[in-house]
């Protein structure tokens, strides 16, 4: 099985900075890489995937890259209603299988 | 607009099995594969397997080749997944999610373990 090493797995930061979750996999996954992100209570909601491609809806600010093993996620300008986990997913083989998640609050 | 509507929470007993649903409207159901997540009370996120509504056929990871099983019906737009011989391990929100990289997700089933 793929392991995904996800961090960091909380995160504080300010209203309008720039924050950066890091995915790593245990074997090359060649992009096919998903961010999720997940709010209290609701179910997660597909934000990228093939690791730089954006879901329809989401916000600009939101940007994903990496290739190879190494994979992250990028909000711009933070806003109040980012406040969620965050979860990275493989989809390269099977089983699929999860990064352990960022949870992500406003200082 | 894509929907995935799934039915309400669950409380089983130790040792029985629940079925939970998943509708889909707002697409055509036998163009995707239908994937379900766990997720346990403030933990991550587990794959549970997929079922090919088209073909019915399924692939699961090797933890819940014994705990669930998937079925779709085509004719209602609807995937199922049961759990049997129900522990406490099997408390958790059970997720319905659309294609490889869940772009549709449901809004989750609680099931409950409890005698």
């Known amino acids: 099985d793929i392991q995904m090493t996800q961090s960091p797995a909380s995160l504080s930061a300010s209203l309008g900075e720039t924050v950066t979750i890091e995915c790593r996999a245990s074997e090359d996954i060649y992009n096919g890489l998903a961010w999720y992100q997940q709010k209290p209570g609701k179910s997660p909601q597909l934000l990228i995937y093939?690791?730089?491609s954006l879901h329809t809806g989401v916000p600009s600010r939101f940007s994903g890259s990496g290739s190879g093993t190494q994979y992250s996620l990028k909000i711009n300008s933070l806003q109040s209603e980012d406040v969620a986990s965050y979860f990275c997913q493989q989809y390269y083989n099977y089983p699929l299988t999860f990064g352990s998640g960022t949870k992500l609050e406003i200082k | 607009e894509v929907q995935l509507q799934q039915s309400g929470p669950e409380v089983g007993r130790p040792g029985s099995s629940v079925k939970i649903s998943c509708k889909a409207s707002?697409?055509?159901?036998?163009?995707?594969?239908m994937n379900w997540v766990k997720q346990s009370p403030g933990q991550g996120l587990e794959w549970i397997g997929w079922i090919d509504p088209e073909y019915g056929s399924t692939d699961y990871a090797e933890k819940f080749k014994k705990k669930a099983t998937l079925t779709a019906d085509t004719s209602s737009s609807t995937a199922y997944i049961q759990l049997s011989s129900l522990t406490s391990e099997d408390t958790a929100t059970y997720f319905c999610a659309r294609t490889t990289h869940f772009d549709y997700w449901g809004q989750g089933v609680m099931v409950t373990v409890s005698s």
């Open positions: 707002g697409y055509t159901f036998t163009d995707y594969v």
């Open positions: 093939n690791a730089n």
